[in-house]
Structure formats: structure tokens, C-alpha cells
């Protein structure tokens, strides 16, 4: 069973995924092949590979760890949203 805390952190997760697909487009035409992270439902850091997004990461949220949704923007591929 999830507490209270954790049950928050599981609706603000989807809160940010389903930001995501809403400004799918506009994120993907602003950071194409780039990776985001994602918290309160706007973009707080970026990178164009893994590590140079958790640097940026780490500037902003320091050592602790940071709760953020990350996604990659590929120009190859556009992902499938089931209904």
C-alpha cells in the first residue's frame, strides 16, 4: 500500500507524462534529439546526451535526488498513444 507521499509522487509522475504528450510536438520541434527532464509539468533541464542532462540535472536539484520524468526527442521515431 502507498502512503500519502508516495501516492502524490505517482499523480504528479502522470501529471508530467500526460504534459508531455499534450506539448508533444512543440517539445519535440524545440528539443529534437535531445533528452528533457520534466517536473511541475514544464522543462528544468535538457541535454543533448544522458550524462550532459544529469549535469544539468545536478546544477538545479544538487545532490539530492531530483523526481522528474525524462524523455528523449528522436526525429526517428514518434511513439503511439493509446486511448
Not at 23 to 43: F, M, P
Request: proline share 2%.
Amino acid at each position: 500500500m502507498l502512503s500519502g507521499a508516495e501516492f502524490q509522487k505517482l499523480i504528479e509522475s502522470e501529471k508530467n507524462e500526460k504534459w508531455i504528450i499534450v506539448h508533444y510536438d512543440e517539445l519535440k520541434k524545440e528539443y529534437q534529439n535531445k533528452w528533457i527532464a520534466v517536473k511541475g509539468q514544464k522543462v528544468i533541464a535538457w541535454g543533448t546526451n544522458y550524462s550532459s542532462l544529469l549535469a544539468d540535472l545536478k546544477k538545479k536539484c544538487g545532490e539530492e535526488f531530483c523526481e522528474v520524468v525524462l524523455r528523449y526527442f528522436s526525429t526517428r521515431y514518434r511513439p503511439r498513444v493509446l486511448p
